[in-house]
């Protein structure tokens, strides 16, 4: 075996573990706050939009059941509310992508999503819970990021990265696809634009599973 495939098998043998971890747990306590971090990656994703076409970021909510509102007047309502999944997915690509081209200042990395998360948190959420995750999450992070050495942190934020870009996918599917009544950034889009809910689900979901099929191979040729 070469060098090149035995670094591609570590690596499919690192990413399978990851996946399935992440996959079995879903629904654990182990991935409960990993996926709170997602949803508030989601409504960071919605106030960066709105922030970017000149609206504004009044509030930020989650709750302990895995919901979230971003309260955020203003800017383009079609960018705001097509931020949400994509945002998450694009934070997620971006973690691991960072984890993958840049392995020495994993931890450094990691530090900046800890402080990501905890500016956004004092800054724009108000409740107890969602206060209370949030500077503990960043917490934990920095405290990963400045205890831990590069290779721990380059899993973390392999783990956090592909929960993030999991959470995407499952969250349209079970959001939109499978109950398209239910109130949800498609069905706003859909009362706004005209075109139907699962329109937009399909859409997202599309972009969703390509954007980790690129991924996935990006970081397959890295190897």
């Not at 409504?43 to 000149?54: C, F, P, R, V």
């Not at 205890?147 to 499952?170: K, Q």
Request: hydrophobic share 55%.
């Amino acid at each position: 075996m070469t060098d090149r495939s035995m670094r591609r098998f570590r690596f499919l043998a690192a990413f399978g573990v990851l996946f399935l971890t992440v996959w079995f747990l879903w629904n654990t306590p182990f991935v409960y706050p990993v996926k709170l971090f997602v949803v508030l990656l989601h409504e960071i994703s919605h106030g960066l939009a709105t922030l970017a076409t000149g609206g504004e970021i009044v509030a930020i909510e989650i709750t302990p059941l895995e919901g979230g509102l971003c309260r955020c007047p203003g800017g383009n309502a079609f960018l705001t509310l097509s931020a949400g999944y994509l945002g998450s997915l694009l934070w997620g690509g971006l973690m691991i992508w960072g984890a993958e081209r840049f392995p020495a200042f994993s931890s450094w990395l990691a530090a900046a999503v800890a402080v990501i998360v905890g500016t956004s948190t004092v800054l724009f959420v108000q409740q107890p819970f969602a206060t209370t995750f949030g500077l503990a999450f960043a917490a934990a992070l920095l405290a990963v990021a400045w205890r831990a050495g590069a290779s721990v942190n380059r899993v973390v934020l392999t783990m956090l990265g592909l929960t993030s870009c999991l959470y995407a996918v499952l969250d349209i599917k079970s959001d939109i696809l499978d109950r398209p009544e239910l109130a949800s950034d498609a069905r706003m889009l859909a009362e706004m634009t005209g075109v139907p809910t699962l329109l937009w689900g399909g859409a997202w979901i599309s972009v969703a599973l390509l954007f980790c099929i690129f991924l996935f191979r990006w970081a397959w040729r890295r190897a």
